[in-house]
């Protein structure tokens, strides 16, 4: 009996050290929705306030110069027609005067003619006054088109998303390097209309140090769902999220939540070797001489799922016995007599297995180009 009280117990306490474990993830999950709740809430009302201010900014600064247009307008048109009236009055005053007098001269024959007449022969002349379709008529009008635009993009301004719609789903640790696969959320209605996706990389673990999501930088665009992040310190935390584009949008989407993680394994590196100038941390060999020996990596640095890439800074203009490539051998001393355990490229291009000369023959070296080899898992 105290033998099965004992075991029950045990299972017992293991059965409860996994419901702790599973309360701590809910607890993580709970958390991580109310910390994107607020955040979310806080992101909505500064983008609406921020967008209100700037729409009364824009809107009161287009009102004011349609105001002055208007006003520059009338003030142009009105005053040469304000001095014609000037004129045409003070005539109307003359000429009300003549009347006067005319009439006083038809009572009273006496009175002075001669001034009377003179006066009388200017009745002809009429200023100039433009018609009405020829003085400005203004008006104002709005585009209805326009307005119902802008209307129709600020009713769908925003959107909330549950998850985001593409998520890191694999992070695979690699010679100073991680390889970073992610995919689109099986529930997202849009997933066959991706464009593109944006891979970005920040330094140290985001999930805990928040200030730190400042340094995220893009490290891919492109339509693959995998990128291989190099040049990576051994040991250090990186954290990676992803976002997408949709065919015919032009944003972003939300970006994916943030995942954390290291490479254990040193980036691939040249050996110390006194007929080789090495430099980079010892990623960059250059011969000093010639007819410099063979230099090997540091160590058996490539392994199966492993890609190694090579770049050629420099060349030469003349033939050379320049090769490159993998061997399971270091004690090799001449790579032509290897007949197994080996894949070479030489200078001209030509594609060596095991010693045995290949049909497929690649362009010779030249500045600039890189070599990339791959090895995947036999099925």
């Known amino acids: 009996m105290d033998k099965e009280v004992e075991d029950t117990v045990k299972e017992a306490k293991l059965y409860l050290n996994k419901l702790t474990l599973l309360d701590n993830d809910l607890e993580a999950a709970i958390k991580q929705i109310t910390t994107t709740f607020e955040e979310t809430n806080k992101n909505i009302r500064e983008t609406f306030s921020n967008l209100k201010a700037t729409l009364i900014k824009i809107l009161d600064k287009r009102e004011e110069l349609l105001l002055n247009q208007s006003k520059k307008i009338k003030g142009e048109a009105i005053v040469p027609l304000n001095d014609c009236r000037k004129v045409v009055q003070e005539k109307m005053k003359t000429t009300n005067k003549l009347i006067d007098t005319g009439s006083v001269i038809m009572s009273n024959p006496s009175s002075n003619f001669d001034c009377f007449m003179k006066d009388a022969s200017l009745l002809g002349s009429l200023p100039e006054v433009p018609q009405l379709k020829e003085v400005p008529y203004i008006s104002f009008h709005s585009c209805p088109s326009s307005e119902n635009e802008v209307k129709n993009i600020l009713e769908k301004l925003g959107e909330v998303s549950r998850i985001a719609p593409a998520q890191v789903t694999q992070m695979t640790e690699k010679p100073g390097a991680i390889l970073v696969e992610w995919q689109i959320v099986e529930n997202d209605e849009r997933m066959t209309d991706i464009q593109e996706f944006k891979l970005q990389r920040a330094f140290g673990d985001v999930t805990k140090d928040l200030h730190l999501i400042v340094n995220f930088n893009d490290c891919y665009k492109g339509p693959e769902t995998q990128h291989l992040v190099k040049d990576l310190q051994p040991g250090q935390p990186y954290s990676f999220r992803v976002a997408c584009k949709f065919e015919g949008i032009a944003e972003w989407s939300a970006w994916s939540l943030p995942q ?58 003349k033939p050379s016995k320049a090769t490159i490539g993998l061997v399971t051998e270091r004690t090799v001393s001449n790579l032509r007599s290897l007949k197994e355990g080996s894949f070479l490229i030489n200078q001209s291009g030509l594609i060596l297995v095991d010693g045995v000369e290949k049909s497929t023959v690649l362009p010779a070296f030249a500045k600039g180009q890189k070599v990339t080899i791959s090895t995947e898992s036999p099925c």
């Open 260 to 317: 954390v993680s290291s490479t254990r394994l040193k980036p691939f590196s040249w050996e110390e070797n006194a007929y080789f100038e090495t430099t980079g941390e010892n990623k960059i060999a250059k011969p000093c001489k010639d007819d410099a020996p063979i230099i090997f990596s540091n160590g058996a640095q490539f392994f199966v799922g492993h890609s190694i890439e090579f770049t050629f800074l420099e060349t030469d203009t």
